[in-house]
Structure formats: C-alpha cells, structure tokens
C-alpha cells in the first residue's frame, strides 16, 4: 500500500499544481503565444491527437486571443519533422506563416518548456495539450519560469486515451524528477528571436 501511495504521489502534485489553471479554448485569458506540444505524425501528416491540438490553437488565434503560436515537437531524423508538418497544418486553417514559430528540438515535455523560455524567451503563453498531458505540461512550464494556463483537449475514450492516461502515472514521476534537478534539454543552443520578432510585427 505504502508503495502505491507513493507511486501516486507525483500525479497528485500535478493536480494540486495546476488544475487551477486548465481552462476551455472559450475561457482561457489571452496570451502572446500558444505553445502546441507534439504528439506524432500519421502519414506525414500530424497525428489525430495532434491535430486536435492545432485546431484548438487556430481557434484561439481566430477569437484574438493569441498573437503568435510556438509549435515545439521532435526533428531528431530526416524523414521525421513535426514543427513543420504543424505548422503547415496550422497555415491551411487559417494561421500565418508569419505567426508560426518553430522550436525543433522539443524532445520531450521538460526540454519544450525550457526551450521555450531560454531559448524563444517566452514568458507567458497558453499551452495546448490533451487533457490527460496538460497538468504535467503545466507544472514543467512554470519550474521553467513561464506564467501558463493551459486548454486540454478533450478525447474520445478510446485506446490512446487510456494509454495516455496510464503512461501519465509514470510520466509525473519523471516529471517531479526534472523539477527537483532541472537538467539540460537534450539540445539547447543558441537563443533565438523568432517568438520575439513575430510579435514585435504582430503589433
């Protein structure tokens, strides 16, 4: 039991760190940037998961309540490039190019949320996630120095989303983890002034 509860422990502080701060794409207070996390491709294309995401992003930017969107997401091979397939996704609904600010080496969670802030310079930002990520995207991105609420897209119960779920348990772990030792990204590099050149245009 003892094990259990501790086990538990990590994905309890993520619901005590942020499920005040998880709002719907209607609720949410606006922010200069919407940071989309990856979440695979299919077909070259993003993934289902994924594209929810990037539709719940185009929207905010439709109602006005973003400038502009940092899409972060895996690049590690050649045939393999979420930001741009993001970002190409965004821009057929209505996003442009222009607003759209790739971050390639997003890894993982952790090393989006300090890429954002280190590298792109993002201070507050709205971040998009499935419901069942957004707690620990949340809890990374404030270790990470960045003032966030959250939208969790909503899923239909099917395998993904239980996989999802189930993998979250182990996922808070690590989470708790990057907070206590704040390692390195994989990739950090040189800073970047795309998110601060976009919304120098963007007003």
């Known amino acids: 039991m003892l094990l259990c509860v501790l086990a538990l422990l990590p994905a309890g502080w993520l619901r005590l760190t942020a499920d005040d701060r998880i709002r719907s794409t209607g609720s949410v207070p606006g922010a200069p940037v919407a940071v989309v996390f ?14 929810n995401r990037l539709d719940a992003a185009a929207e905010l930017y439709r109602a006005g309540k973003i400038d502009v969107v940092l899409v972060t997401g895996d690049n590690s091979r050649e045939d393999y490039d979420e930001p741009d397939a993001m970002r190409a996704y965004l821009t057929e609904r209505g996003v442009p190019d222009r607003w759209i600010v790739s971050d390639y080496a997003g890894f993982d969670t952790w090393d989006s949320c300090v890429r954002a802030k280190k590298i792109f310079g993002v201070n507050h930002a709205v971040l998009i996630s499935q419901d069942f ?12 120095g960045i003032e966030a609420y959250g939208v969790g897209v909503t899923e239909r119960r099917d ?4 996989y999802g779920n189930t993998r979250e348990v182990l996922a808070a772990g690590k989470a708790a983890l990057d907070v206590l030792f704040e390692p390195d990204p994989r990739f950090l590099g040189e800073r970047e002034k795309g998110v601060e050149q976009a919304l120098a245009a963007a007003r």
């Open 133 to 144: 990520h957004i707690r620990r995207t949340l809890a990374l991105c404030q270790a990470a």
């Open 38 to 51: 990856g979440a695979g491709l299919w077909r070259g294309g993003p993934s289902p998961y994924l594209a």
């Open 159 to 162: 395998a993904t989303w239980y």
